[in-house]
């Protein structure tokens, strides 16, 4: 009986190891496949990569939705779509055909896309076989042009103060935006950066939320008024300057941090109920005027401060326009400490 049960156990330990040799003898099989696959892929991998049926250009890239209004083609182009592909794929080429079957061109091509001007953000890229890509974006919004502090022009951004492409607008296309006016700083060096002025970034906010109500209510310009302390170190508040020169202080921008502002939306509401009452005119009795808006959301009306205009150059007499003649001081003589005048020796007191 005991040699039975020795050699049972010896068959089934026997039997248990089996299975492993099979196990073993898989993986290094799949192993060896393995191998064979890289060592031939990287012999025939770039020439697959780059075999025509694979290759992605321009027109097998679709954008949706299709590009705005206000981005304009390229001139000979009656689509603005085929400038941006252009534009994009002309720096991203300059490293090697793009293939739809490289695992990495949906990376690369959602990286190009964002560093468009114009793009503010990529929201799916999608490859279809055998070459075909769909890529979905956000467009940036132009909602302000900057006064720039020398009188050469007028540069566009977005509500984020992104710089945009100022190509894109003609002078009367321009004219349709909001102006920001008494920024004294330079623009950003390139399309697509940010204008890092707290002055200009509340504007752009304050644009923003005025949306289409900037025309409707008159209003020309927006200006900053006062720098203030913030939680994220100081924001500047804000004046609308309507067509006819009423000024409003508004305030804070909507992107403050300061607890107790109020809204943009109500203070917008503020006006056009005011506006109503008042004969569709923001402007007093008399013409422009001052409004405030107070903690509470009320408007305050008050006049313009009336500033007597300066005298014409022929009414300035050559005795007012002399320059005034500063009173020469001698040093003391020594051992005395007084200043004297040098036209009579008297102390000055």
């Not at 190891?17 to 073993?24: E, H, I, M, S, T």
């Not at 919004?141 to 894109?168: C, F, K, N, Q, T």
């Not at 102006?179 to 200009?200: C, F, N, Q, R």
């Not at 304050?206 to 200006?223: K, Q, Y």
Request: overall charge negative; glycine content about 10%.
């Amino acid at each position: 009986m005991a040699k039975k049960k020795t050699t049972e156990e010896s068959t089934a330990g026997g039997g248990s190891k089996k299975p492993l040799r099979l196990v073993a003898g898989a993986l290094i099989v799949v192993l060896l496949t393995g191998s064979v696959c890289v060592a031939v892929w990287r012999h025939v991998g770039g020439h697959v990569l780059s075999a025509e049926q694979y290759q992605v250009h321009p027109e097998h890239i679709t954008l949706s939705p299709a590009p705005p209004e206000w981005i304009r083609p390229d001139p000979g182009s009656q689509q603005a779509e085929e400038r941006i592909k252009s534009e994009v794929l002309r720096d991203l080429e300059r490293l090697g055909p793009l293939s739809v079957l490289d695992v990495d061109l949906s990376v690369k091509l959602a990286e190009a896309f964002v560093a468009h001007p114009w793009v503010a953000s990529v929201d799916r890229v999608s490859k279809r076989f055998p070459a075909g890509v769909d890529v979905h974006l956000t467009y940036r919004v132009p909602v302000a042009m900057v006064e720039l502090h020398d009188g050469s022009g007028v540069l566009p951004i977005d509500e984020r103060a992104v710089l945009l492409p100022d190509r894109d607008f003609t002078v009367a296309e321009a004219e349709r935006y909001p102006l920001i006016g008494e920024i004294y700083t330079k623009p950003p060096s390139a399309h697509g950066k940010h204008w890092g002025d707290a002055a200009v970034i509340g504007a752009a906010q304050l644009a923003a939320s005025l949306g289409g109500e900037w025309h409707n209510l008159g209003i020309a310009r927006i200006v900053p008024l006062e720098r203030k302390p913030a939680k994220s170190g100081f924001e500047y508040t804000y004046a609308l300057i309507t067509k006819t020169g009423t000024r409003i202080d508004w305030g804070r921008s909507p992107g403050s941090d300061t607890p107790g502002e109020v809204p943009a939306r109500e203070k917008i509401a503020q006006l056009k109920r005011y506006q109503v009452q008042n004969k569709g005119s923001l402007d007093g009795p008399e013409g422009a005027w001052h409004i405030e808006i107070d903690g509470h959301g009320a408007l305050l009306q008050k006049a313009l401060p009336q500033v007597a205009p300066l005298p014409a150059v022929d009414e300035v007499s050559t005795k007012q326009r002399r320059p005034i003649e500063r009173q020469e001081l001698e040093a003391p003589p020594a051992g005395d400490g007084v200043l004297r005048r040098a036209e009579d020796g008297e102390p000055i007191d």
